[in-house]
């Protein structure tokens, strides 16, 4: 269980990103993306686990990805996967934090004096 | 839990989320609860710690319900735009009944009464109990019911949706006020071809108030007994 939820101020956007990864090359439903999130990235992204479905419903809703309905273990459970559009968004979104990432880096990595960051979008 | 879900219910129908998209969130959370709790579970704990823990992973009910509330696109109609949908929405609905009315008169009158230039006030109908006299009876009750079944079903999309009260009431007024004013005329001769015209009239001045407001009482009054009921409940 993680001992703190990261910060909502910086994980704008990031929850799509993570997820339309996570589906661009197979179907999970909810708790899986949960499970996989939370093991691939060290535990260090943490939210409350139930605010992933209205990201989910709000991508379908832009037809990033799209669903259905599968039994496992007799329970009922919703899969998610990636649409053509969503795997659009998803390189623009990773080209966006890539660009982000690295001017980020970089003035951190420039100190008090860095240099100055060009926009990346 | 079952507590929780309910407010969280409430909180996100009244926040104007669509009731399909709170219906399937509360369906997944509570899938995902039950995930969490047989994990915690098979870590060791009692079911009652397991049932916390897992609660406390799924989220603080102000966040579950902040999360679904942020997503714009997911909220219904009747939030986004209460005016269309019980204003423009409810007229709308109506007329359309009201049409299906009139074609089924027109298409009786055809079948029928070929020779009449009215279907109105015909007495020559066959007997009371036969098929003819059904039909046109039937029409005649949906023509009737057109404005209570409307605004029932209006009622309902407003109950579901935790609609504020006086959109519903506005709408209800207009259906009741559409519906007490209909005024409908059919004559073969008015139009040339023989095929048979039939017009409806609606919003005539001072005509009818005591069956505006009989009207409104109909359509209203299920609404009403809900929310007594549902304070009650509440209380």
Known sequence: ?121 | MAKQFNELRERLLRAGVAPRHVARYLRELSDHLADLIAEEERGGRSRADAESAAMRRLGAMEDLCRAMTEQRRLRSWSARAPWAVFGGGSLLVLAAAYFVACAYLWFLWQVFLPGADTPFGQRNAGPIYGWQNICFQAGKYFYIAAPVLVGWGMAWVGARQRVRAVWLAGGLALIAWMGSTAHIQASRTAVPGGLGHIRMDFFAPGQNLAGMLVTFAIVAMPYVIWRWRRAESLS
Not at chain 1, 59 to 85: H, P
Not at chain 1, 97 to 117: N, R, S, T, V, Y
């Open chain 1, 1 to 121: 269980m993680p001992a703190r939820e990261t910060n909502p101020n910086f994980m704008n956007g990031v929850p799509e990103l993570l997820i339309l990864r996570l589906l661009e090359h197979e179907e999970m439903y909810g708790y899986e993306i949960v499970q996989a999130i939370r093991d691939r990235t060290d535990a260090v992204i943490a939210v409350g686990e139930g605010v992933v479905y209205p990201v989910l419903h709000g991508l379908e809703r832009d037809g990033a990805l799209k669903s259905r309905r599968g039994t496992v273990n007799g329970r009922s459970r919703i899969y998610y996967s990636v649409t053509r559009a969503g795997s659009r968004r998803l390189a623009d979104l990773s080209a966006t934090w890539k660009g982000l990432a690295a001017a980020i880096h970089k003035m951190l990595a420039g100190g008090q004096d860095g240099e100055a960051i060009q926009r990346t979008s």
